[in-house]
């Protein structure tokens, strides 16, 4: 049985820029993201649970978040789960709804976020690279059990490079739409 499986290689690269996009998305910008909470965890009925599992988040404005908690007695809870995930935003609670005004981000803030955006990029292509490692070394024990010839292992080499090109320009592009999104705000 060949150990070199093309749609897993697909399926683990695509899994690599999936994850990028769901780290870039939880970078703050000047604009309102409810992927901005998605690390907030709540202690409600003696565990901590996850924002999402206790309130509904949407963003109403441009520069606002809105959190509107299902059950009136975990509001004060909700409010320090936000303010204990350290993510630079003031809850004002107004009922069951809390408000988040997103502050104006300074240059050098903006700056360091560009860097944290460059920094998940590299991580992403460092995994592309792995997986790309990782299916060369499957098509060389195919070879050594001769399962697959030597030029249909270079063919397939080839192959894995080209979808390795491909991925790790779709993190490229990624990563510079998000770094401009955060410097042009």
């Known amino acids: 049985m060949a150990k070199y499986d093309k749609a897993d290689v697909e399926r683990r690269m695509a899994g690599a820029v999936e994850s990028l996009k769901g780290d870039l998305g939880g970078l703050r ?105 990782d299916a060369n070394e499957a098509l060389k024990d195919d070879e050594k059990k001769k399962e697959i010839s030597e030029d249909e292992r270079k063919r397939l080499e080839d192959e894995v490079q080209k979808l390795t090109d491909q991925y790790v320009a779709d993190v490229d592009k990624a990563t510079e739409a998000k770094e401009k999104e955060i410097l042009t705000q």
Do not use: C, F, H
Not at 59 to 81: C, F, H, I, T, Y
Not at 83 to 97: E, I, Y
Not at 101 to 128: C, F, H, M, S, T
């Open 29 to 133: 910008t000047g604009r309102a993201n409810t992927a901005l909470l998605d690390p907030v965890v709540v202690e409600v009925y003696g565990s901590m649970m996850p924002l999402s599992q206790v309130a509904t988040v949407s963003a109403p404005e441009p520069r606002m978040l809105s959190v509107q908690v299902w059950d009136k007695s975990n509001v004060s809870a909700v409010e320090k789960g936000i303010t204990k995930a350290n993510l630079g935003l003031n809850p004002m609670s107004d009922g069951q709804t809390i408000r988040l005004p997103l502050p104006d981000l300074n240059e050098e803030r903006r700056k360091e976020l560009a860097k944290l955006a460059g920094n998940y990029g590299e991580q992403a292509k460092i995994a592309i690279r792995n997986v790309r490692r």
